[in-house]
């Protein structure tokens, strides 16, 4: 036999071989490995055209294997309790029923702005690497051991036990009405964060069980009218005016970076009826993240008070509280960039921009319709 019709079959039969041992180590990628053993063995029929009745059945025994797999895969719930994390659950999650992209940005989609960052930035790795060093703070703190595992769970079902410098403590537990997220959402979330820079064991994801409400746990139901509660969230000249401050953005759109209030397109989802009822008639008890007042002393002396709207090393920006007004008429409300050379204090306000009347101005029918109408924004 000439050596290279020896060296092409030796390699199409090692080829063969390679491929049933890859089809044990990644089952979860059958079908690919199936369609490539379809591939070798169409090459062992022309190269060995007088044994093709028994490479004929060895090729389809694999074909047939890998396509079994593939449907055991898809049929058969993982070991972990959980959705293949191929599949993109966690994934899913952050950006669906967990809200978290409302809060949250990653680097490779857009999210809203008033929680940390997790994806890489400039000061930070991602909340993959993150989570090993705060789980590691936390041990530490702690005095027991905490994985970063450990640590992201605990920051979904109990934010308030560390709260990153510079926010707020206001995220919504994930396991508690409205979210709501199950044991393996959670898992799966945990893992896909972990996925972000870092690795993920979703075995080794545990969760308190104590901390796990009763499934029979009711959701605050608004009694309000939904429609006449939209009508009077976009009506400019109601009592309320709510659109004026807080536009909806269309839908796949980011929230307005001008607009004065809180991004409320999905607050139904985050938020429940006593929570958006507080908000309404006590702006003040509890101000967004980003959203805060502040006030400014001059060196001349002058104080100007305003929405915060940021700013850069070199200016303050913000809307001045006398500039507010123009918001009410649908205009945008002009950003004031005041020179840090000439601040001598910056302070926080424990006011609210919001009106903080609305207690007076608005009857409790309305009260009731808003909210219902804004907890049907999910």
Known sequence: MPRPALVLR???????????????????????????????????????????????????????????????????PPATGMSPLGAGVGRAIFYGKGYCSSCHTLADHAGGLRGPPLGATQQQPPIGRRAVARAEQLSRARGRPLSPADYLVESLLEPGAFVVDGYRDEMPPAHLPPVRLQPDEIRALVAFLLEQGGDADPAAIELPAAAWPDAALAVDTPAGDLERGKRLYFDLAGPAACAACHPLPAPGRAPQSRALGPDLSRIGGVRGADFLRRSILEPSAQIAGGFDTVQLELLDGTVVVGLNRGGDPSEVRLVRHQDLAAAATGAAAPITGIPRSQIRSRSLQPLSAMPGNYAEILTEEEVRDLVAYLSSLK
């Open 10 to 76: 030796l390699a199409l039969l090692t080829g063969l071989a390679a491929c049933f041992a890859a089809l044990a180590l990644m089952p979860e990628r059958a079908l690919l490995i199936g369609l490539t053993l379809a591939l070798l063995l169409a090459g062992c029929l022309w190269a060995w055209p007088e044994w093709w009745i028994p490479l004929t059945a060895v090729g389809l025994i694999g074909v047939a294997g890998a396509l079994a797999m593939v449907w055991s895969q898809r049929r058969a």
